[in-house]
T-cell receptor, first 112, second 112 residues
Framework: NAGVMQNPRHLVRRRGQEARLRCSPMKGHSHVYWYRQLPEEGLKFMVYLQKENIIDESGMPKERFSAEFPKEGPSILRIQQVVRGDSAAYFC??????????FGPGTRLTVT | TQLLEQSPQFLSIQEGENLTVYCNSSSVFSSLQWYRQEPGEGPVLLVTVVTGGEVKKLKRLTFQFGDARKDSSLHITAAQPGDTGLYLCAGEESGATNKLIFGTGTLLAVQP
């Protein structure tokens, strides 16, 4: 049973470009969470999605960030017009129900 | 805002020693999860504790959830170099979503 998959593992973008981060949850999991880990900071919740629905986006910056979890395919975290402060590790976690969360290996975003 | 403080922040010990990591909050959580994270990887779930006063054992690791479900501890017996890593506690927030509030982390180094 494959774990949570994220790609790309590393992403380099210039300021002003768009970043798309993908997350495929574990088989049978319909709940997806995105967290961000800034350098020298802890993991912070960004958004919680179920298939085709955003349930809680209270941790997501109001501008430039969006997330989706379509009926088919992976969950996508999209960052438009990236800035240096967006450089961080972005982790996706999945859960079969409102319970234990299993994390992917993360995407390290570097904005130059 | 719910916060989780972990102590100590850093710990360097010799192989064979015992240690305890603490995770404290003024808030009550539905459950508490402990993770271990290695450099460049995502957090790996070690255990989930749900009931106040609960104690769970995983080989040389013992996890305890406080009676009031506000704090937790992780005790490692006879530490080994393979235990080296960042230990994170994460409280499941009560409410409509079960997003995780992560602790500040404890970086453990076990010297051979």
């Amino acid at each position: 049973n494959a774990g949570v998959m994220q790609n790309p593992r590393h992403l380099v973008r210039r300021r002003g470009q768009e970043a798309r981060l993908r997350c495929s949850p574990m088989k049978g999991h319909s709940h997806v969470y995105w967290y961000r880990q800034l350098p020298e900071e802890g993991l912070k919740f960004m958004v919680y999605l179920q298939k085709e629905n955003i349930i809680d986006e209270s941790g997501m910056p109001k501008e430039r960030f969006s997330a989706e979890f379509p009926k088919e395919g992976p969950s996508i975290l999209r960052i438009q017009q990236v800035v240096r402060g967006d450089s961080a590790a972005y982790f996706c976690a999945s859960s079969p129900y409102r319970g234990e969360q299993y994390f992917g290996p993360g995407t390290r975003l570097t904005v130059t | 805002t719910q916060l989780l403080e972990q102590s100590p922040q850093f710990l360097s010990i010799q192989e064979g020693e015992n240690l305890t990591v603490y995770c404290n909050s003024s808030s009550v959580f539905s459950s508490l999860q402990w993770y271990r994270q290695e450099p460049g990887e995502g957090p790996v779930l070690l255990v989930t504790v749900v009931t106040g006063g609960e104690v769970k054992k995983l080989k040389r690791l013992t996890f305890q959830f406080g009676d009031a479900r506000k704090d937790s501890s992780l005790h490692i017996t006879a530490a080994q170099p393979g235990d080296t890593g960042l230990y994170l506690c994460a409280g499941e927030e009560s409410g409509a979503t079960n997003k995780l509030i992560f602790g500040t982390g404890t970086l453990l180094a076990v010297q051979p």
